[in-house]
């Protein structure tokens, strides 16, 4: 069996907690009386997708596509943005295979919804449900994530050489 080139991508993100805003991870809004600070909706968990898919593709990490300077994306959905790097990399001749992302933090207690934050990257990077795992990880109280100061993810995509198209 002949394999299409392949490469692979692993993109981190991580912003503070503060109040007056949503938790939103993996398109998820969390029940929880903090939210991530950043220029979007600060969801680190579609960020880290975004940067590791970008990365198998070879191409300039989110900041560069979506720059925080750029008032057309304050606010906007880091999901729709997933949406947008699949077009890009769709078009550069690559297409993610399959994505892992960890979020870290000790709270709030995430497990019962990293099977829709799953879902949610799958559809809007156009991939199979069974390609995308997201998993939460307590740090036992240690650094930034378990001191709740912030949240973390980490995340890594592997990426196939597609035919370009026209």
């Known amino acids: 069996m002949t394999l299409p080139p392949l490469r692979v991508g692993q993109g981190l993100d991580a912003h503070p907690l503060v109040?007056?805003?949503?938790?939103?991870?993996?398109?998820?809004?969390?029940?929880?009386?903090?939210?991530?600070?950043?220029?979007?909706?600060?969801d680190v968990v579609a960020h880290a997708a975004c940067d590791a898919v970008l990365g198998a593709a070879g191409?300039?990490?989110?900041?560069?596509?979506?720059?925080?300077?750029?008032?057309?994306?304050?606010?906007?959905?880091?999901?729709?943005l997933c949406a947008r790097v699949a077009e890009l990399v769709a078009a550069s001749g690559w297409a993610p295979v399959n994505l892992d992302v960890v979020v870290v933090c000790d709270r709030p207690r995430l497990?019962?919804?990293?099977?829709?934050?799953?879902?949610?990257?799958?559809?809007?990077?156009?991939?199979?449900?069974?390609?995308?795992?997201?998993?939460?990880?307590?740090t036992d109280g240690l650094g930034f994530a378990g001191r709740g100061q912030g949240i973390a993810a980490s995340a890594v995509c592997l990426a196939a050489e597609q035919p370009v198209r026209g």
Do not use: Q, Y
Not at 22 to 38: I, Q
Not at 70 to 78: C, H, I, N
């Open 111 to 138: 497990g019962g919804l990293t099977a829709t934050m799953a879902a949610n990257l799958a559809a809007a990077l156009g991939l199979e449900p069974s390609r995308v795992r997201v998993t939460a990880k307590a």
């Open 59 to 80: 191409l300039p990490d989110l900041g560069h596509h979506f720059p925080s300077a750029d008032p057309r994306w304050e606010g906007a959905s880091s999901i729709d």
């Open 19 to 42: 109040a007056g805003r949503a938790l939103v991870l993996g398109g998820v809004t969390v029940p929880f009386e903090l939210g991530l600070d950043g220029h979007s909706d600060a």
